[in-house]
C-alpha cells in the first residue's frame, strides 16, 4: 500500500539537511571558497531561471528585460544595507533588506504586466526589451545612487544558507502558484487566452498575479547577487544579462520547475568551465540560445516535470481521469 504523504516525509528530511550541510561547508572547509561561490551562483541563477519561466513557460508570454527587475531589487536591498540600516544590523535586517528589494521589483513588474494586456509574443519581448533599456538608463542618470560608476559598500552578506533558503521558498511558492486555481488560468492564457476568457479565468488578474511572483523572485535574486559581489553598476543588468536568464530557461525547458534548477545548473558551471575563452564564452552562450531554438525549442524539460514537484492531489486526479479514461476505451458499445 502507498503512503500517499511519503514524498512529504523525504522533503520534510531532506530540505532541513541541505540547510545544515550549507552551514557545515564553510565551517569544516568541506569545499574550497571557489566552489562555494560557483554553488551561491548556481542557486541565484535557479531563482532566476524559476521565476522567468513563470513568465515564459508556464505563461507562454516572451519576456526579455528580466534583468531590469533584478536590478530593482539588487539597488533597492542595497540602498537599504548602504545607506538607511546601520551596520551593526545588518546580519539581522539583511532579509528585510531583499523582501523590501523583492517588493519593489514586484512593484515594477505591477506596472510592466500592464501593456501585456494587449501585448503577445513579440510586441511584450519589445515591451520588456524596452523596460530593461529604461532602466538601465535611469540608473545610470541618477548620480545620487552611483549613476554609471555603480554602488559599492555592501557587507558580504549572501551565503551559502541564504541562498539555499531563498530558492527553496521561490520553488515552493512557484510550484504552489502553478497548479493553484490561478495556475490553471496561467496555462489557459499559454494554450489559448480567449478560450480561457470565454471559460471564466481572469486572465488580468492571473497576468498580474504572474508577473509580480516573477518579478518579485527576480528582485530577490538581484539583492543576493548585489551582496554577493559587494559591487553593482547599471552595466551588470543589461540585456545580456537577460539574454543569459532566457539561456537557462529555454536550456532546461519551458514550463518546468525541474528543468529550470537543470538549465541554471548546466548553464552556470558551463560559464565556468569555458573561462579560458575569456571574451568569446559571452559570443558562444547566445548561439547556444540560437541552436536551442532551431533543434530543441522546449529545451530538455520541456512540458516535463519531475513527480516530486507534482503535488500528491494534482496526480491523484490524473491517474482518476486515466482510470476512468481506460474503463471507458475497454467497455463494451452497445
Not at 545544515?20 to 551562483?41: A, D, K, M, T
Not at 511584450?124 to 552611483?146: D, R
Not at 548585489?226 to 559591487?231: I, K, R, V, W
Not at 536551442?292 to 516535470?305: A, D, N, T, Y
Amino acid at each position: 500500500m502507498r503512503i500517499p504523504c511519503s514524498r512529504n516525509i523525504k522533503f520534510l528530511v531532506l530540505i532541513p539537511g541541505g540547510w545544515l550541510l550549507c552551514f557545515l561547508i564553510p565551517r569544516l572547509g568541506i569545499l574550497n571558497p571557489y566552489v562555494q561561490l560557483v554553488f551561491i551562483y548556481v542557486g541565484i541563477n535557479i531563482i532566476l531561471a524559476t521565476s522567468l519561466n513563470l513568465i515564459n513557460g508556464y505563461m507562454g508570454e516572451f519576456s526579455v528585460g528580466h534583468a531590469g527587475f533584478m536590478a530593482v531589487g539588487a539597488y533597492i536591498s542595497s540602498l537599504l544595507t548602504v545607506r538607511v540600516i546601520p551596520a551593526s544590523w545588518n546580519p539581522y535586517l539583511f532579509p528585510f533588506a531583499l523582501v523590501a528589494g523583492g517588493m519593489g521589483a514586484g512593484l515594477v513588474g505591477l506596472i510592466v504586466a500592464v501593456p501585456s494586456f494587449k501585448t503577445r509574443g513579440d510586441y511584450l519581448a519589445i515591451v520588456t526589451l524596452a523596460f530593461n533599456m529604461i532602466v538601465k538608463s535611469v540608473i545610470e542618470n541618477i548620480e545620487a545612487i552611483g549613476g554609471p560608476r555603480g554602488l559599492l559598500g555592501m557587507q558580504k552578506m549572501t551565503t551559502l544558507p541564504w541562498v539555499f533558503f531563498w530558492t527553496v521558498v521561490s520553488i515552493w511558492i512557484i510550484r504552489n502558484f502553478v497548479y493553484s486555481n490561478f495556475g490553471r488560468g496561467v496555462l489557459s492564457i499559454r494554450e489559448d487566452e480567449i478560450a480561457g476568457e470565454l471559460m471564466g479565468v481572469n486572465t488580468r488578474r492571473v497576468k498580474l498575479l504572474g508577473f509580480v511572483i516573477s518579478s518579485f523572485f527576480a528582485g530577490i535574486a538581484g539583492g543576493l547577487f548585489a551582496h554577493n559581489l559587494q559591487f553593482i553598476n547599471p552595466r551588470v543588468f543589461d540585456i545580456l544579462k537577460s539574454t543569459d536568464i532566457l539561456i537557462m530557461v529555454y536550456l532546461g525547458g519551458v514550463g518546468s520547475i525541474a528543468g529550470s534548477i537543470i538549465g541554471a545548473g548546466i548553464y552556470t558551471l558551463l560559464l565556468e568551465y569555458l573561462r579560458f575563452l575569456k571574451e568569446w564564452r559571452m559570443v558562444l552562450m547566445p548561439l547556444l540560445l540560437v541552436f536551442l531554438m532551431l533543434f530543441r525549442p522546449r529545451g530538455i524539460m520541456g512540458l516535463r516535470e519531475f513527480k516530486g514537484f507534482v503535488p500528491q492531489y494534482y496526480l491523484s486526479a490524473v491517474e482518476l481521469w486515466l482510470a476512468r479514461r481506460k474503463k471507458e476505451d475497454v467497455a463494451p458499445s452497445h
